[in-house]
């Protein structure tokens, strides 16, 4: 009766491993034509081609171990406005400013060309238009 059910369990693993094997494939599809794709943009961006190529190889291989993921976007913004609350006080925000893309903010650039940079301009009022005081005279000595 003990080997009816070791051979029962291990014909159910077997299915299990079978019903799995189309998603593996279909990862490793989805790696391949992703690394095919990342490694036609090398060469036509400010990166060393070989880097390049190497990277896209990297990031395929993880994705096919499982180790490459991606969170929701939501996940990215609270992470970038933790980020946020380690800057002094009178900066946090500007810096939130700037994750959030309000206020005064301008995006420019890109991640193939190097990354996005973002800017926040604020107003900061003139100081008082009092002219300084002027110089001390030097004593002239002979």
Do not use: W
Not at 110 to 125: C, F, M, N, Y
Request: one cysteine or more; charged letters at 15%; hydrophobic letters at 40%.
């Amino acid at each position: 009766m003990n080997a009816l059910r070791q051979s029962c369990a291990v014909a159910i693993l077997a299915a299990g491993s079978i019903a799995a094997m189309p998603s593996a494939f279909a990862a490793g599809a989805s790696a391949t034509s992703t690394y095919q794709s990342e490694r036609a943009v090398c060469g036509q961006i400010q990166q060393d081609k070989a880097a390049c190529i190497r990277e896209a190889g990297a990031a395929a291989q993880a994705s096919r171990q499982g180790h490459l993921t991606y969170a929701p976007d939501a996940t990215y913004r609270q992470n970038a406005l933790a980020r946020c609350q380690a800057q002094p006080a009178e900066d946090r925000t500007a810096c939130e400013q700037r994750v959030t893309g309000t206020g005064n903010t301008t995006i420019e650039g890109s991640v193939l060309g190097g990354g996005d940079i973002r800017e926040t301009v604020t107003q900061v009022p003139a100081a008082s238009s009092a002219p300084p005081p002027p110089a001390p005279a030097m004593p002239l000595t002979n």
